[in-house]
Nanobody, 117 residues
């Protein structure tokens, strides 16, 4: 069974930085990992995804040039470095793992990020 645990959320001022972590356990070898977020009152949206090797990444246009996804497979951890944050980045951030079928079958419990203006 796969378990994902996010950490690193909190309150940050606009223009500041924050790094989220997602610790994974279980059968994660070879799997792509992603970050999603759900702003208050809105649908969950894609933020970033990274391949198993870390050599391929993709981020949403709304966070491009500000957020970076990375991973350390030795630590079974995926990171989301958030720079130059904006109030509209306020959301619950979720870590997810992509299954062989292509869907995101495993999710963490989420971590709250609040950006003050």
């Amino acid at each position: 069974q796969v378990q994902l645990v996010e950490s690193g959320g909190g309150l940050v001022q606009a223009g500041g930085s924050l790094r989220l972590s997602c610790a994974a356990s279980g059968r994660t070898f070879g799997r792509r990992m992603a970050w999603f977020r759900q702003p208050p009152g809105k649908e969950r949206e894609f933020v970033a995804i990274i391949s198993w090797s870390g050599g391929s990444t993709s981020v949403a246009n709304s966070v491009k040039d500000r957020f970076t996804i990375s991973r350390d497979n030795a630590k079974n951890t995926v990171y989301l470095q958030m720079n130059s944050v904006k109030p509209e980045d306020t959301a619950v951030y979720y870590c997810a793992m992509q299954r062989e079928q292509g869907d995101y079958g495993y999710w963490g419990q989420g971590t709250q990020v609040t950006v003050s203006s």
